[in-house]
């Protein structure tokens, strides 16, 4: 082989390599955002769930210490709680309404950013194969620069 066949070889690798590179960070990108949404989605589960459950419980302690408190006012504490357990579940509804809003919400920027990434990485492997020589030059450059990066951390 001659020097300039080694050079193109070494630049296809590099340029494979490049591709490789940019294709594996989009999956652990994509992967990643799968997981913090599939997350956030739980912790929104997890929240209406504790919220109706606390909800539940102040409800029963509400109605336990008013039993015993006012034993001899039966029919006032039952106008009282007929007037409380209305809002009570009003602000239920509310709580679980922000709660899927909250899901939807994280869910739609999810998949965004899915989308954004899944175009970043289209253009950037449509670079790649339209500007060989520049894309292994700018690999060549983030090389140095992280080996340099590299080589910083590990003086100090």
Wanted: glycine share 2%; hydrophobic share 40%.
């Amino acid at each position: 082989m001659s020097n300039t066949e080694d050079i193109k070889q070494k630049a296809t690798e590099a340029a494979q390599a490049t591709k490789d590179t940019v294709k594996d960070a989009t999956n652990t990108a994509q992967e990643s955002m799968k997981d913090a949404a599939q997350a956030a989605k739980a912790s929104a589960k997890e929240f209406v769930s504790e919220a109706e459950s606390s909800a539940q419980e102040a409800v029963k302690t509400t109605k336990e210490a008013a039993s015993n408190a006012f034993d001899k006012a039966q029919d006032g504490f039952r106008a009282v709680e007929k007037e409380l357990s209305p809002a009570i579940d009003d602000l239920t509804a509310r709580a679980q309404e922000f709660c899927s809003k909250s899901i939807d919400f994280c869910a739609e920027n999810t998949d965004r950013a899915r989308r954004q990434f899944q175009q970043a990485a289209d253009c950037t492997s449509r670079y790649v194969v339209e500007q060989p020589g520049k894309s292994i030059l700018m690999a060549a450059a983030a090389g140095a620069v992280v080996a340099a990066a590299f080589l910083m951390g590990r003086r100090r």
